[in-house]
């Protein structure tokens, strides 16, 4: 009797682990081919979302190129007097309604803001270090905090006038 027991558990045991252990192997295969098409599509979505932010950059250096280029602005600014400022931030607002816009003077006060109370007073390299360039002359796009507002991407084009800054035109979206 204990013979046949015993080969009753062997024949058992030889057709159970073998199922078990190629079921445990089946759920890693199948758990390994999700993961790989959850990498596949997370890529494609990185790959989507480069390219979307890229062009929106792109878009926003362009404006805000033009808009920097405005001569009679800068000189405006040059001479210390900040008028004519509307029609800049009224064409930015209407083609960046989500972004902020935020025009400078030379010491780096926002004198105009298409969301006033929403936006710093003051956007010094020491209020918001990654705008240390735009007060160098150059142009910057970057993530950076920008308290009230939190992080932003940050588009900021410099106003020059015969070769120095005096002033930035910035779009915080």
């Known amino acids: 009797m204990f013979r046949v027991r015993t080969k009753l558990l062997a024949i ?9 252990v190629a079921a445990v192997l ?4 199948a758990e390994q081919d999700l993961l790989d098409e959850v990498k596949a599509r997370l890529d494609d979505v990185d790959e989507a979302f480069i390219a979307q932010l890229t062009e929106t950059i792109q878009g926003a250096e ?3 190129k033009l808009a920097s280029q405005e001569s009679r602005l800068a000189e405006r600014f040059a001479l210390g007097t900040s008028g004519g400022t509307g029609r800049v931030l009224r064409a930015l607002r209407d ?8 025009i400078a003077d030379r010491r780096g006060q926002v004198i ?7 936006v710093p007073g003051a956007i010094t390299a020491k209020d918001v270090p990654a705008l240390s360039p735009v007060w160098a002359g150059d142009a910057v796009s970057a993530l950076a905090s920008v308290a009230p507002m ?7 084009s410099p106003l020059v006038y ?9 779009l915080a979206q």
Not at 26 to 29: I, K, P, T
Not at 112 to 118: I, K, L, Q
Not at 150 to 156: C, D, K, S
């Open 12 to 20: 058992v045991a030889l057709c159970v682990v073998p199922a078990v």
């Open 150 to 156: 939190g992080e932003r991407l940050i588009v900021a």
């Open 95 to 102: 083609a960046y309604p989500q972004a902020a816009v935020l």
């Open 162 to 170: 015969e070769g120095a800054v005096v002033g930035a035109v910035v």
């Open 112 to 118: 105009e803001s298409s969301a006033p109370g929403s």
């Open 26 to 29: 089946g759920a890693r295969r």
């Open 62 to 64: 362009l404006a805000l």
